[in-house]
């Protein structure tokens, strides 16, 4: 796998949400999991749970929320 963004955790909520919004993309457009995995430098199981949870919910699914306090 390409590590090209370093840990995806460490990225701002707004990247994230790009970061997942761009693997939906690429999954509609007809891409292999592992193939969208491995571009963006995330685990395919990360692809597999954005790709169920916009299937169930649509694009809010996928929207970054406050976390913490």
């Given amino acids: 796998m390409t590590d090209v963004l370093g840990d995806a955790r460490r990225l701002s909520p707004k990247a994230q949400e790009a970061l997942r ?3 939906v993309a690429a999954l509609r457009a007809g891409r292999d999991p592992r193939e969208v995995a491995e571009l963006l430098g995330v685990t395919v ?3 597999t749970d954005w790709w169920a ?4 919910d649509g ?3 996928l929207v970054s929320r406050t976390r913490g306090r």
Wanted: proline share 0%; no cysteine; hydrophobic share 55%.
């Fill in 59 to 61: 694009r809010e699914a």
């Fill in 21 to 23: 919004m761009r693997a």
């Fill in 53 to 56: 949870a916009w299937q169930a």
């Fill in 45 to 47: 199981e990360s692809v």
